[in-house]
């Protein structure tokens, strides 16, 4: 009787347990966007390593910058306004820290680079055109 009672207060356990996790997943997917907006900004900065060697920016760099836009973007009760602030506001952040440590002839590279990411990541630009763009026509 008494580890039929234990078994049932484990077996009550180990359902809520699944709950929270399943409950944490959903809260973690809906910051989905605002994470692969930073891991588009991150590569964007890394790539700045191929213009100028000095050009190299940390992962702990990068985590501390994201930490702070996190703790200084608008707080919202609304989630989808959360979102939007907080990757608007590290956005913000992330590229005025970036353009402070740039020398002035490739601020404007970065910024067509940066916005050129961002555009992709969204879907917003034609690969076939981005393309023609980069390479020019290859008719002959």
């Given at each position: 009787e008494r580890s039929k009672t234990k078994?049932?207060?484990?077996?009550?356990?180990?359902e809520e347990q699944a709950q929270t996790e399943q409950n944490i997943d959903e809260a973690r997917n809906k910051y989905r966007p605002v994470a692969f907006r930073g891991a588009?900004?991150?590569f964007c900065v890394s790539s700045l390593?191929?213009?100028?060697?000095?050009?190299?920016?940390s992962l702990?760099?990068?985590?501390?910058?994201?930490?702070?836009?996190?703790?200084t973007a608008e707080k919202s009760e609304n989630l989808e306004?959360?979102?939007w602030n907080l990757r608007e506001h590290f956005t913000y952040i992330f590229y005025s820290n970036v353009c402070r440590s740039?020398?002035?002839?490739?601020?404007?590279?970065?910024?067509?680079?940066?916005?050129?990411a961002i555009?992709?990541?969204?879907?917003?630009?034609?690969?076939?055109?981005w393309r023609f763009l980069l390479a020019g026509s290859t008719a002959v």
């Amino acid at each position: 009787e008494r580890s039929k009672t234990k078994s049932n207060e484990i077996k009550q356990k180990v359902e809520e347990q699944a709950q929270t996790e399943q409950n944490i997943d959903e809260a973690r997917n809906k910051y989905r966007p605002v994470a692969f907006r930073g891991a588009t900004l991150f590569f964007c900065v890394s790539s700045l390593a191929e213009v100028d060697p000095m050009y190299q920016y940390s992962l702990q760099w990068f985590n501390n910058l994201f930490q702070l836009g996190i703790e200084t973007a608008e707080k919202s009760e609304n989630l989808e306004k959360r979102l939007w602030n907080l990757r608007e506001h590290f956005t913000y952040i992330f590229y005025s820290n970036v353009c402070r440590s740039l020398f002035e002839v490739h601020k404007l590279m970065f910024s067509f680079i940066l916005c050129i990411a961002i555009l992709q990541s969204e879907n917003k630009i034609d690969a076939v055109e981005w393309r023609f763009l980069l390479a020019g026509s290859t008719a002959v």
